[in-house]
């Protein structure tokens, strides 16, 4: 085999298993309530120029590997792309070791931010120290704005996970197992941090 087919055999085969990561982590996050339906988005990078992303208005649980959505870096996504398509864009454009991103609804973080505009303290516990370090905060913007994915991106420059008002919790990984660890944890946060905040009632 030639070295011009073999690399884009080697493309071809990435693609097909990143296109089963997301629909496995999609189904993940489905099945432990930390989105419904419709709600989030994922996206892994597939090399420098390109990024898949989940679909539009499909429920994230019943992906499918052919529903996800080849996007460019630096050019507009897709119609069919994910309302938060720029958000994850702008993300990859700014920062380069990004290879992952989730962004979920949990629902003790979105319990615990809508009840005094708290974000989970990672100190609360060593795996929270360990795999977040530390977690930003963006105000709200309106969802799939271009102002949000600016802010978004900003915050994750300083900040593995960001903590999007009203809107849930976006976290980048180095690959996608990471960035789903991560989501994972600042749940686990948000419900110590709820669970401590009602003690002190």
Known sequence: MGAGLQGRAVRIWREARVRSELVAAGALLARRGLIRHAEGNLSCRLDPRHVLITPRGVAKGLLTAPD???CEV???PPAEASSEAWLHLE???RIPLVAALVHAHPPALLALEHGGGQVPDPRDLQEGELLVGSVAFVPAYPPGSRELAQACAVALTESPVAVLSRHGV???GHDLGEALARV???ELLAAVG???REAGR
């Open 68 to 70: 996800l959505v080849l």
């Open 74 to 76: 630096g050019q507009a």
């Open 91 to 93: 993300v990859y454009r």
């Open 170 to 172: 976006v976290a980048w």
């Open 184 to 186: 994972e944890a600042v």
């Open 194 to 196: 709820l669970a401590g």
